[in-house]
């Protein structure tokens, strides 16, 4: 099973702050994605990126988020300006083909 | 993508055999069934997938029914690791695809 890790674990900021979050896959995959789950509530698709640009991204994927592999190798998710309800853990999955897609351990996102 | 029907929460004892069922009246063609668990609060983890064939790794089996409308993923020795949110969820069968999360069915696993 590839692996995937996720820094950093836990991620508490201000309201109106700008985090990154990074998912770092340990081989090379094609497809990328991330996914957020507010506490007590379903696992929620944001954005999927293939070839260097975003393939599909839903309705909770604002102007506020952005996604870039800066250097090849990490995947990272921007919030620019945080607000409350984005407080969730936020899960990088990674896939090769066919749909099977590995999930990360997540970043817990606390927002103040 | 097709919708899925799960049971909200199930239980088995250790050892046993845990059956999760899981309905998808809708699902097409090119279409697939894959299985997912989280575990408390972790990522979520790949199981199994299929197309039509029934298919079995070292993780579980997923017996899909003949015209697919249904499919049971079958953990054949449950252990209280296995507790866990089993997540049923019809994919295309193109890459790439996100994956739409139910509510899953509760599987508790008592000792």
């Known amino acids: 099973e590839p692996e995937v890790t996720q820094t950093p674990s836990h991620q508490v900021t201000q309201m109106g702050q700008e985090v990154i979050l990074r998912c770092v896959p340990i081989s090379n995959h094609l497809y990328f994605y991330w996914y957020r789950q507010i506490l007590g509530q379903k696992v929620e698709f944001l954005v999927s990126f293939y070839n260097n640009e975003i393939s599909e991204k839903s309705e909770i994927f604002d102007d506020q988020f952005s996604v870039e592999r800066p250097d090849g190798s990490n995947f990272t998710l921007k919030i620019r300006s945080t607000k409350l309800e984005d407080s969730a853990m936020y899960f990088c999955a990674i896939g090769l083909a066919a749909d099977t897609q590995y999930f990360g351990p997540g970043t817990r996102l606390t927002v103040l | 993508d097709a919708k899925t029907t799960q049971p909200p929460s199930m239980d088995c004892a250790e050892g046993r055999a845990a059956n999760l069922p899981c309905n998808h009246s809708t699902i097409s063609g090119n279409e697939y069934v894959y299985w997912y668990r989280q575990i408390h609060s972790q990522g979520p983890q790949y199981i199994i997938h299929g197309l039509k064939n029934n298919e079995t790794n070292e993780m579980a089996s997923l017996i899909i029914t003949e015209d697919r409308k249904s499919s049971t993923l079958i953990l054949p020795h449950a252990t209280l690791r296995d507790t866990a949110v089993y997540y049923c969820?019809?994919?295309?069968?193109?890459?790439?695809?996100?994956?739409?999360f139910g509510t899953g069915t509760r599987l508790a696993v008592r000792p």
């Open positions: 969820i019809v994919v295309r069968g193109s890459s790439g695809d996100k994956l739409t």
